[in-house]
């Protein structure tokens, strides 16, 4: 089955500065790459997701890159601030109708320092 | 518009017990997803239902089973619970066809005693 891969397992970075998030994925066949934030005691967020016709995807700081070939995408997080601490996941899907099925890294603990 | 709802929110059982948790998805969304989340595991997939089917399957235990109602609200059930099955279960909802984004619910907390 599909192994998602993600690292660091934590990151530390001062307020203002870029962070960003690796994941490897094992399935060729994985399609859709979402990534969802989650603060203590909440519900992971979904912040962005790409698709595998597209290699970059922005939406104001956040950014996600995708490297089919090397199967391999990143979160790119610009102008930290400390709202952004959090635990970010990766994940990775077939699409079509195995979308629901979501493989997930093993987080990334974000800190964001003041 | 709503977000997804989960019921209970916190549930204390005893081992060889059975739960049945509920999860009411986004209106309007026909897909739901249950992942179970520990520290040690992370977020793994049970299930997924689209149109009261289940379309697929992690791999978890048989102990493990759902089913969705026609008004795609969601049920999970774990039998003969194991100190092991204490965990948060989160559920997700997406509309489903071409739209693939899952909207997750704030979960149940399981303790298993």
């Known amino acids: 089955g599909e192994n998602v891969e993600q690292h660091p397992s934590t990151l530390s970075v001062q307020e203002g500065d870029s962070a960003v998030i690796k994941c490897t994925y094992s399935?060729?066949?994985?399609?859709?790459f979402p990534w969802y934030k989650q603060e203590l005691g909440k519900r992971p967020q979904l912040i962005i997701d790409?698709?595998?016709?597209?290699g970059e995807k922005k939406d104001q700081r956040i950014a996600v890159t995708l490297n089919k070939t090397a199967k391999h995408f990143s979160l790119h997080i610009t102008e930290t601030q400390p709202e952004d601490s959090a635990v970010y996941f990766c994940?990775?899907?077939?699409?079509?109708?195995?979308?629901?099925?979501?493989?997930f890294g093993q987080g990334t603990i974000l800190t964001v320092h003041p | 518009k709503a977000g997804v709802t989960q019921t209970p929110r916190y549930l204390i059982k005893t081992r060889g017990q059975q739960v049945t948790l509920s999860c009411s998805p986004i209106?309007?969304?026909?897909?739901v997803s249950w992942y179970q989340q520990t520290p040690g595991q992370g977020l793994q997939f049970l299930f997924e239902?689209?149109?009261?089917?289940?379309?697929n399957k992690g791999n978890f235990p048989g102990r493990f089973s759902g089913r969705q109602f026609s008004n795609s609200r969601s049920e999970m059930n774990v039998s003969t619970l194991e100190l092991g099955d204490s965990a948060l279960y989160l559920c997700?909802?997406?509309?489903?066809?071409?739209?693939?984004?899952?909207?997750f619910g704030p979960g149940t907390r399981l303790t298993v005693t």
């Open positions: 997700a909802s997406s509309r489903g066809g071409k739209d693939y984004e899952q909207y």
């Open positions: 399935d060729s066949a994985s399609n859709y």
């Open positions: 790409i698709r595998s016709n597209v």
């Open positions: 994940a990775a899907s077939r699409g079509g109708t195995s979308y629901g099925k979501l493989t």
């Open positions: 209106s309007g969304h026909r897909s």
């Open positions: 239902y689209f149109s009261e089917t289940q379309r």
